[in-house]
């Protein structure tokens, strides 16, 4: 009796030769016959799943975004019971391009948006909606924390997401040029995270947790 295709891992294993090879080549070299050898398929397969080059390129930053979500995810589990703002710093230091996975997240989310600029093929893509959807996330996280009394006074919440995701991308692109180094690009994330929360209140949170030596 045949197998039934397993669609999900034959869509992601398209995405993933998608992704070696622009990691190898750059986006624009990118073409349906590439992605179909370096995935080992025919082009037919890559077709069939992937109408066209436009489509393909929309599925492997989808495919590069669950996965980004799912690291995410995998920090949090590596935190024993994380503050609102341990949540907020998981996800906005996932975004950094600090290793392999995340550099290629980068490179391809920048390389998409540059390409759409002048191709009116991709401008026509969703590709903005997985931006979005980055954005809800972080903001959903930044509620979380304001309704803990963790956020210092007077922030918005939806215009905090914002600009954390535009500062974000902006110092990962400085990282990817070389232009200052990962500790650096930390070193600003930590400082602006420490206008946005309460900081006052989690330093006397962490004084009253500090364990004290009775007098001799």
Same mark, same amino acid.
């Given at each position: ?11 992601? @294993? ?36 992937? @109408?066209?080059? *436009? ?7 989808? $495919?590069? *975004? ?31 391009? /600090? ?6 997240? $980068?490179?391809?989310? /920048? ?69 200052? /180094?990962?500790? @650096? ?26 364990? /004290?030596?009775?007098?001799?």
């Amino acid at each position: 009796m045949p197998r039934t295709p397993d669609h999900a891992a034959r869509r992601a @294993q398209i995405a993933d030769a998608l992704v070696q090879v622009a990691s190898r080549e750059g986006l624009h070299a990118v073409t349906m016959r590439s992605v179909a050898a370096a995935a080992n398929v025919s082009l037919r397969l890559v077709q069939y799943y992937f @109408q066209n080059k *436009e489509q393909l390129l929309i599925g492997a930053l989808q $495919h590069l *975004e669950q996965q980004s979500h799912h690291r995410w995810a995998q920090r949090l589990t590596e935190l024993p019971a994380p503050s609102p703002r341990a949540i907020v710093e998981a996800f906005l230091f996932e975004a950094l391009p /600090t290793d392999e996975p995340s550099r290629v997240f $980068h490179l391809l989310g /920048t390389s998409y948006a540059i390409l759409a600029m002048t191709d009116p093929r991709l401008a026509e893509q969703p590709f903005i909606s997985g931006v979005d959807r980055l954005e809800e996330r972080l903001a959903g996280a930044l509620a979380h924390a304001d309704a803990e009394g963790e956020l210092a006074p007077g922030i918005d919440v939806a215009i905090e997401a914002t600009r954390l995701v535009t500062v974000t991308n902006g110092l990962g692109t400085s990282v990817m040029v070389g232009q200052r /180094t990962e500790e @650096q690009a930390i070193a600003v994330l930590h400082y602006h995270l420490d206008q946005v929360f309460n900081t006052q209140r989690a330093t006397a949170a962490r004084a009253a947790a500090k364990p /004290t030596r009775n007098s001799a």
